[in-house]
């Protein structure tokens, strides 16, 4: 009877001693949307460049302008290298700024340093509305291309109403950032371009990914239930 509650007992405690080699996997926290898109520090990165290049501009001669920015731009892809940032995604933002200045250098007027940014919003808001109008919305192609690509979304009246509003509300944003932009543009008011390029890029970027993310989700509850 001894021998037999003994090995009663070891067997009771063997679950127990393999529940903690369980514990690390359930405590994995996944990175947010906002760690994906680089975090608070992403939008330092992509702001700092913009307020560089103004401040220098009213103060310096072009010339110096651009070459202050250039050498903050440096500076700052260094630092995130440093830091342990993926090089393609450290030196995204410095090719950038190089090709920003190139075509101010190019063209002798500050405001062009943010003419790429302006005729980008254009052709994402043409686009985006265009594939609305085609009955085919971009976030509903993206997300079909991402799930194997065997789906058939626009058979679902749920679905493709939930890639309407998503795409949609992508234009509704681009088309913000060009009307804005391109008014302020033909104004020659580089310092209000800059605030305009601070505060409809980051902030909006965030609200439309969320409006995307409501609509992949519910396509794939409804379409896709086994990769929730």
Not at 104 to 115: N, P
Not at 201 to 213: D, F, K, M, Q, R
Request: hydrophobic share 50%; with cysteine.
């Amino acid at each position: 009877m001894t021998e037999h509650h003994r090995r009663v007992d070891l067997d009771d405690e063997t679950p127990t001693a393999t529940l903690p080699a369980t514990e690390p996997a359930a405590a994995e926290k996944k990175p947010t949307m906002l760690d994906q898109m680089g975090g608070p520090m992403g939008f330092v990165y992509s702001t700092v460049p913009v307020v560089v290049f103004v401040v220098a501009n009213a103060f310096l001669p072009l010339p110096m302008t651009i070459g202050v920015s250039i050498s903050v731009g440096l500076a700052l892809t260094g630092y995130r290298l440093l830091r342990g940032e993926r090089f393609t995604s450290a030196i995204g933002g410095l090719l950038g700024l190089a090709v920003a200045v190139g075509i101010v250098a190019l063209t002798g007027s500050a405001k062009d340093f943010f003419v790429i940014g302006i005729w980008a919003s254009l052709a994402g808001f043409a686009c985006t509305l265009g594939s609305v109008l085609v009955r085919r919305p971009l976030t509903g192609v993206v997300w079909n291309l991402m799930h194997g690509g065997t789906h058939d979304w626009r058979s679902d009246r749920l679905a493709l109403r939930a890639h309407d509003v998503a795409t949609l509300f992508a234009a509704a944003v681009f088309g913000a950032r060009f009307v804005v932009k391109q008014w302020l543009y033909l104004a020659d008011s580089t310092t209000w371009l800059a605030v305009a390029k601070i505060s409809m890029g980051t902030p909006l970027t965030v609200l439309a990914a969320l409006v995307v993310v409501w609509a992949f989700r519910r396509t794939t509850k409804r379409l896709a239930p086994q990769r929730t």
